[in-house]
């Protein structure tokens, strides 16, 4: 079983940056799948950004401001996010996941982070 726990989240100014981390605890050997997740109030959750061994993706909304990041040893996935607008206002949720054959059939959530983007 794994836990994830976000934090770094707050308030900052429209232009500004911000780094979130998830800590990682239990076993994570079957994980191959990072990803932050964000849901604003009144939308449904979206994908933001997800790393693999070998590869990283991001939201179109987020590319070139937004970078994924982990830390293999440390068990930690960061999010570097810069030059943040209002609109990424949401709550941001680690996801880590085993998928296969296109399934996932072990999926972990952290309880998120609130990241407020406003002057």
């Known amino acids: 079983q794994v836990q994830l726990v976000e934090s770094g989240g707050g308030l900052v100014q429209p232009g500004g940056s911000l780094r979130l981390s998830c800590a990682a605890s239990?076993?994570?050997?079957?994980?191959?799948?990072l990803a932050w997740y964000r849901q604003a109030p009144g939308k449904q959750r979206e994908l933001v950004a997800s790393i693999t061994s070998g590869n990283t993706k991001y939201a179109d909304t987020v590319k070139g401001r937004f970078t994924i990041s982990r830390d293999n040893a440390k068990n930690t996935v960061y999010l570097q996010m810069n030059s943040l607008k209002p609109e990424d206002t949401a709550v941001y949720y680690c996801?880590?996941?085993?998928?296969?054959?296109?399934?996932?059939?072990?999926?972990?959530w952290g309880p998120g982070t609130q990241v407020t983007v406003s002057s």
């Open positions: 239990g076993s994570m050997s079957s994980i191959n799948v």
């Open positions: 996801n880590a996941a085993t998928v296969v054959g296109g399934t996932s059939p072990y999926v972990y």
